[in-house]
């Protein structure tokens, strides 16, 4: 085999090491925004027509718990039915050990659903979010 050749044959096998795994940055609703990184998602299929917006973050008042709003939009023809699941994590993205059910989502074609989380507890300061196939 020529030396010349042998870049060529490999190139495939490089390409494929490079390409992503799950789980995947979820995309956003709007063109200009930058992908959302606290929503993955965990299924290549589904991430194809799942969009996500702008998350809302804030404390309650009263208890000092972290509150995550996600919009979640359905770009695709047919109604989805989706899980999703918050974790609350500390501030160096540790686990601890607050985590919401996985809660089924119906989202029509065109519509968008505003899912919201509530942290048990006042230790969470960051959070991931999981849409997973149902």
Not at 73 to 85: C, P, Y
Not at 113 to 124: D, E, G
Request: hydrophobic share 45%; with cysteine; net charge neutral.
């Amino acid at each position: 085999m020529k030396p010349t050749i042998l870049p060529l044959l490999l190139l495939p096998m490089f390409a494929a090491c490079g390409a992503s795994v799950a789980p995947y940055a979820a995309l956003p609703i709007e063109d200009d925004a930058e992908m959302v990184s606290n929503v993955v998602i965990t299924d290549a299929e589904l991430r194809e027509v799942v969009r996500v917006g702008r998350p809302g973050v804030e404390r309650v008042a009263t208890s000092n718990q972290l509150k995550v709003m996600v919009p979640i939009r359905n770009i695709g023809d047919s109604t989805l039915q989706v899980r999703v699941q918050v974790s609350f994590l500390d501030l160096d993205k540790s686990p601890i050990g607050d985590d919401t059910n996985a809660r089924v989502q119906l989202i029509s074609p065109g519509m968008t659903i505003t899912h919201t989380a509530l942290s048990r507890t006042a230790a969470a300061r960051d959070w991931t979010m999981r849409i997973m196939p149902h």
